[in-house]
């Protein structure tokens, strides 16, 4: 599940001032790309060092917001007895990224272990605050998850900074009840999803195909992310290329921005009281989401029991399939932990066990990263009555095959997505001109980014 409260800016300078603990320089090298070649780890850590500290009495603190994740932890106890683990729950997303970025600047407070989201991870790396975990052994782990899950947890380098968790390869939930009865045709290409908003607008004006959230910047960047887009990509080592704007991003604006002028498309704030009720009610035919979308629905749409389904998003080419994410977690070592090996064998233990990580998609209800599970027939086999009985995990462990392993996220995430609500998201919600606001976000991050000492291509 991402994390579903709007983020806020923070000035990277003041924090690496404050900080006093790295360069600025050293700092963007954590998490530069471009003509950097790979860097040797640090020296493995030996079997017997590993066996002596998983037998000596350690107390790690673990930040996550998890529901119950203590039932996972329990097993990671369970085996290693002397390795105490207490869970700390500091807020879902930003509040608990807030009162991270608060405790490592003091130099106090911080835990041993924390979850964050796979586009929070640049924040940290940037500030050099997350343990390399390659002499841990989690170099060896890398077959084991979804190709572009590790290239999300990967630095420039070879580092691997965390352990993915959960994912969010974005498909469309449709109601199979309103296609039927409007004569709609599932949509394979976004022309014939276009076609679609208007037939069905028009025969039934109280509904709308979809809704596009003007509040939600993360379905922006998965869309953009399917359209093939690279709006950050860092090189060097404080170099960052910025283009949110770029032509693909353009007819991604475009599009969205003429379907919300033309009326045929809703755009109103999800997860709010009025949007619930509009997926109850009918007003919406389909939700653009993502793998955690279905158990969700189920959950808060429960008077549509059986009527919906589920599909890979329409594509831009129908030749290449083609998919983004939206939302997912991951479990990093902070750097200034006294326990590195407890924690990273901690962090990976949680993440790959065959048991731990099935009991976070049976327990939790999260989307898998680890391909065993996608692969269990169990999981993958899965029927429910919510949706007619369809295999929808196998569809979107499908989905998931398609999605770019080579997508960035930039380490000032909290103001794009702050820009991008000012600018995009206003745009839509009062159906003005998006891909002008395209060149607003572009202006506001470039901006930004050079007062915070990059050197920005682009804009």
């Not at 790396?125 to 084991?144: E, M």
């Not at 045709?185 to 028009?202: I, Y």
């Not at 709006?231 to 949110?244: E, F, H, L, Q, R």
């Not at 702050?418 to 998006?434: F, M």
Request: hydrophobic fraction near 40%; proline fraction near 7%.
């Amino acid at each position: 599940m991402p994390e579903l409260v709007p983020n806020h800016a923070f000035s990277r300078r003041s924090f690496l001032a404050a900080a006093g603990a790295v360069s600025l320089g050293a700092a963007l090298a954590a998490c530069s790309g471009g003509g950097s070649t790979a860097a040797p780890a640090a020296e493995k850590v030996s079997q017997a060092d590993i066996d002596k500290a998983m037998a000596t009495p350690t107390e790690l603190v673990f930040w996550s917001w998890a529901p119950e994740i203590e039932q996972e932890v329990a097993l990671f106890t369970k085996k290693y007895p002397a390795i105490k683990v207490t869970v700390q729950n500091a807020g879902q997303g930003t509040p608990q990224y807030t009162k991270l970025r608060t405790a490592l600047q003091a130099g106090t407070g911080a835990p041993d272990l924390a979850q964050v989201e796979f586009q929070y991870l640049p924040t940290f790396t940037v500030l050099d605050s997350l343990l390399d975990l390659r002499p841990y052994g989690a170099d060896a782990l890398k077959a084991k998850f979804v190709d572009w899950t590790w290239g999300q947890v990967s630095g420039p380098n070879g580092e691997v900074f965390a352990i993915p968790q959960d994912t969010g390869p974005m498909g469309l939930l449709y109601r199979q009840d309103i296609f039927d009865r409007y004569g709609i045709a599932v949509p394979k290409t976004w022309d014939e999803f276009a076609d679609a908003a208007r037939k069905l607008h028009a025969a039934a004006p109280d509904v709308y195909l979809t809704n596009l959230a003007s509040n939600q910047p993360a379905a922006w960047h998965g869309l953009l992310w399917q359209a093939g887009d690279k709006p950050y990509t860092m090189s060097g080592k404080s170099d960052i290329t910025v283009a949110v704007n770029s032509p693909a991003a353009k007819k991604l604006a475009g599009y969205w921005g003429g379907l919300a002028k033309e009326g045929v498309i809703g755009t109103e704030t999800d997860f709010t009281d009025s949007w619930y009720a509009s997926l109850n009610n009918g007003k919406y035919a389909t939700w653009i989401t993502a793998a955690w979308g279905p158990a969700f629905l189920s959950g808060s749409a429960k008077a549509t029991a059986g009527k919906w389904r589920a599909a890979p998003l329409p594509q831009w080419d129908a030749a290449k399939p083609s998919s983004g994410n939206w939302g997912g977690s991951t479990t990093a070592v902070l750097k200034g932990t006294k326990n590195p090996i407890a924690a990273a064998m901690f962090a990976q233990f949680l993440n790959s066990d065959p048991e731990s990580a099935k009991m976070f998609a049976t327990k939790q209800l999260f989307f898998p990263a680890t391909k065993a599970l996608l692969a269990d027939p169990s999981f993958a086999g899965d029927t429910p009555s919510f949706y007619g009985g369809q295999k929808v995990n196998e569809v979107f462990s499908a989905i998931g095959e398609t999605v770019s392993p080579e997508f960035q996220w930039p380490p000032f995430l909290d103001q794009a997505v702050t820009d991008w609500t000012e600018t995009v998201g206003k745009s839509l919600a009062d159906k003005t001109d998006t891909v002008a606001a395209l060149d607003q976000w572009q202006s506001r991050i470039t901006t930004f980014a050079k007062n915070q000492g990059f050197t920005v291509q682009g804009g």
